[in-house]
């Protein structure tokens, strides 16, 4: 539930339901309006208990066919379950259940007496998902009915949640200076190769959807900006079908000038060590609706553990030991896989940064990393991960900004400079050396929250199978 303290009056409703709860006391004989879903109705004859519920507290209302017109009471009394209804009424206290009536929730002390009310849209029945008992459905069932499951309290929680962790990241980044910015989403050139490109056709010409920020987000600090940051959608045709992988997901994407791959891990580190701090003082009663949950589910609790700083530093080829050591097979060369991080975060259960990957293993727009080889005698990069568990939440890493080597490595990545002209020509005028990240923010949450998969903290996930609704 929202708190609503601060909420202005609106055409449907004097009081949200959480003020008249929250300033039940003062209010007692007021009269308010409060309009919400209807979650339980009862009571039979001349009388009816509706306990309404809004995105901010619910409270129950009287209704009695004697105080109110009875074409109203009649069809509020018949009223089906999450139908919404407006109520008008003073404040009171609540009358105690019937002896042997019991709640079906905790309700407030308050309730509202009714004299005039409506209908505003019935609901159908039956509820193609439960919204307050507990009905077992798959994750799919729920997301085909995502505006049923989103009524559902700890489904709403986890979006609360979303909007502060986003919240936090944007205060804390302008706190050091970014600003915000958007980079367009219909393209010409990959960001990130070229396999995973979704095609569009853009009038009479062939175009792609954005893969990742990267190239204008770098031009924007070729542009002198100095410090940006954008938190928006990027597509990959990826065929995966996994718990982490979505087709279209939410980049939170930095870039800094006169920055290495260390200054930017260390916005990083600090950006979630300030989330996870801000959550743990503002938000703990949405972790605790989530917790709820996940206990009447026989899923342990979550708790938030603010990281110490400054996060482990595990170079890659550290890290390839430690997997090595751990039992794993791997080669120096090769890529880190899931079943790799769980050795490595046997060692590092929170989150890590793995910097300095090999060279051949990063983007054309990574920096190599000078005066150092890899235990093979591999170039290494200034490229670097963020993992937490399994799971890679962030990329990033210092850039190359001299235009020859760019063009040398595009080259040497089978790509054609003239393809990428737009973004090569921003680098001939004076480029200031920079560096930055991008963090799938489902998975950030996926680590807040203890969901198991990012569709639970995606609005309406895109996926193989899914692009409705
Ligand atoms: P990368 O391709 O590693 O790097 O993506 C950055 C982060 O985005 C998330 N992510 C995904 N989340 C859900 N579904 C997907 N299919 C998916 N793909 C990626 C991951 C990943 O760590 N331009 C660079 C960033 C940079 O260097 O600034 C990039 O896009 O959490």
Redesign the pocket.
């Known amino acids: 539930m929202r708190d609503s303290t601060e909420w202005k009056p609106t055409s449907y409703r004097s009081h949200t339901i959480g003020q008249v709860v929250e300033l039940g006391e003062s209010l007692l004989g007021s009269e308010v309006t409060i309009s919400g879903y209807a979650e339980t109705v009862r009571g039979r004859g001349a009388i009816c208990f509706l306990l309404l519920r809004d995105g901010t507290g619910r409270i129950q209302a009287f209704l009695k066919r004697d105080n109110m017109d009875e074409d109203s009471f009649d069809s509020i009394q018949s009223a089906s379950r999450e139908s919404t209804v407006q109520v008008t009424g003073l404040v009171a206290q609540k009358r105690p259940p019937k002896v042997g009536e019991g709640e079906p929730v905790p309700l407030p002390e308050y309730e509202v007496n009714v004299s005039s009310g409506t209908i505003l849209a019935e609901a159908s029945t039956p509820l193609p998902i439960g919204v307050i008992d507990d009905v077992q459905v798959g994750l799919h069932v729920r997301l085909d009915n995502r505006h049923l499951d989103l009524r559902r309290e700890h489904v709403n929680a986890m979006f609360q949640l979303r909007s502060r962790v986003l919240q936090y990241g944007r205060d804390h980044l302008i706190s050091e200076g970014f600003q915000e910015i958007n980079s367009p989403k219909i393209i010409a050139a990959a960001?990130?190769g070229g396999t995973n490109l979704f095609p569009i056709k853009y009038f009479e010409t062939d175009a792609f959807l954005s893969q990742?920020p990267?190239l204008y987000k770098q031009l924007a600090i070729l542009g002198g900006l100095e410090r940006v940051f954008e938190i928006g959608p990027a597509f990959?045709a990826?065929k995966h079908d996994t718990y982490?992988?979505?087709?279209e997901?939410i980049?939170f994407?930095i870039e800094g000038a006169w920055m290495d791959d260390e200054d930017v891990m260390g916005v990083q580190e600090r950006m979630i060590h300030y989330i996870w701090s801000q959550v743990k003082v503002n938000d703990q009663h949405l972790m605790d609706k989530v917790n709820e949950y996940r206990e009447s589910q026989g899923k342990g609790k979550i708790t938030i553990e603010i990281p110490s700083l400054p996060f482990p530093r595990i170079p890659y080829c550290d890290a390839i030991e430690i997997v090595k050591g751990g039992g794993g097979e791997i080669d120096w060369g090769d890529d880190i896989e899931s079943h790799h991080c769980d050795l490595i975060a046997a060692k590092f259960p929170g989150f890590h940064f793995i910097p300095k990957w090999p060279m051949a293993m990063k983007p054309f727009y990574i920096h190599h990393k000078e005066g150092e080889e890899g235990s093979s005698g591999g170039q290494l990069s200034r490229g670097f991960d963020l993992n937490y568990g399994r799971d890679?939440?962030?990329?990033?890493?210092a850039r190359e900004h001299r235009v020859d080597v760019l063009e040398s490595n595009l080259r040497n990545m089978g790509l054609d400079p003239d393809d990428f002209s737009f973004y090569t020509d921003g680098f001939r005028y004076g480029a200031p050396p920079h560096a930055?990240?991008?963090?799938?923010v489902?998975?950030l949450l996926m680590v807040l929250t203890g969901a198991g998969n990012?569709r639970e903290v995606v609005l309406f996930p895109r996926d193989r199978s899914r692009v409705t609704p």
């Open positions: 960001a990130e990742s990267q990959r990826e982490r992988h979505l087709n997901f980049s994407d890679e939440m962030t990329s990033g890493g930055g990240w991008g963090l799938g489902a998975r990012v």
